[in-house]
């Protein structure tokens, strides 16, 4: 097989992020913050930035807005080869407005994505030279639950890279203000047998799957059932709004080994929103890079998302060498320079 154009292609809605500055609240300040994330942006910019090519497959509007978004995007290094312009009279970008938390008050969420120009989404807009273009196909849960004809167009676009040769990578990222857990399992079933690469949190695989027994046991269990070549499951536990720890397992279901390593502990956390997009990133660029495996995956995969925490914004902005460096220091015992210098 000849050298793909991109590492990973990702596919999902891009963003913009409205958020009050520090820890003022939507209800009371008179300033907002204009970002721009989505989850499958966020780890096409993380693989980006870690040092592979990587694209966004998306539908922004012909606007300002939409340049604006797009500029962002070429920033992270991320392609913009397969976005496509809604030229329509009501196009628009999908909006969030977030608020960061502070014990006992936490982070808060309001969404403004309803007839979005993603949700419009069609396959016919792309050509099909683009599922012959990549070594890794990205999306998520959020995508498929967006709209009937996102939830087509995703499905449609799993088979044909999986049937051009592409790793599926898939985060079931449920949100239940999009669907119903019912929704998502009868659809996420469906798309299980194509997907080689499977991120599913524990209380998603017991509330929305129905899975029992401990994590190994849900893990071995998915494996099982499906083609599934390796599946990641992060752990994370919240102290406060501004204090976490975190870590992951992986499972290679091939070799029927787990990959597990100490949590990072009380982690400062300045913005969590986008950290599990974060994780995605460093764990497929662990499996993409030359000589990739699980070991490099949990190990990048750990990094990317604790340091995450600690950037405002959805995407992530530290590139390889920096990770390379949080993971030396998280294996070393002993002295840690306070200080890059």
């Known amino acids: 097989m000849g050298k793909k154009e991109f590492d990973l292609l990702s596919l999902g809605e891009i963003l913009l992020r409205l958020s009050p500055p520090d820890n003022e609240r939507i209800v009371r300040g008179d300033v907002f913050e204009k970002q721009v994330g989505g989850a499958e942006l966020n780890v096409a910019s993380g693989v980006s930035l870690l040092g592979l090519r990587s694209g966004i497959i998306s539908r922004i509007p012909d606007s300002s807005i939409g340049v604006f978004a797009k500029n962002k995007i070429r920033f992270c290094g991320v392609s913009d080869d397969y976005l496509v312009y809604d030229k329509s009279s009501d196009a628009r970008l999908g909006l969030y407005y977030y608020e960061n938390g502070a014990y006992p008050r936490k982070p808060g969420v309001v969404y403004d994505r ?33 709209s009937q004809a996102c939830r087509e167009t995703g499905v449609e676009m799993i088979k044909r890279f999986k049937e051009a040769g592409a790793l599926i990578s898939f985060d079931v990222n449920f949100r239940l203000n999009l669907w119903s857990g019912e929704e998502a399992r009868e659809c996420i079933e469906g798309i299980l047998p194509y997907v080689d690469i499977f991120f599913c949190s524990e209380d998603t695989a017991r509330l929305t799957f129905g899975k029992e027994g401990n994590i190994k046991e849900i893990m071995e269990s998915f494996a099982a059932e499906y083609p599934i070549s390796v599946m990641a499951s992060t752990q994370r536990t919240v102290h406060s709004p501004k204090v976490h720890s975190f870590t992951s397992m992986i499972y290679d279901a091939k070799a029927k080994k787990f990959y597990e390593e100490k949590p990072y502990e009380n982690i400062e956390v300045v913005d969590r929103i986008g950290s599990g997009d974060a994780y995605c990133s460093g764990a ?14 949990l190990r990048y995969g750990n990094a990317y998302s604790a340091a995450k925490n600690t950037i405002p914004g959805d995407m992530p902005s530290l590139n390889r060498e920096e990770i390379e460096n949080i993971i030396k220091d998280h294996n070393t015992v002993g002295y840690h320079s306070e200080m890059n210098r």
């Open 114 to 146: 309803q007839n979005s120009s993603m949700t419009k989404l069609d396959i016919s807009e792309f050509d099909d030279s683009l599922y012959s273009s990549a070594r890794c196909f990205h999306t998520s849960g959020i995508t498929l639950a967006l």
């Open 284 to 297: 497929l660029y662990g499996l993409l890079m030359e000589g990739g495996n699980c070991e490099n995956a």
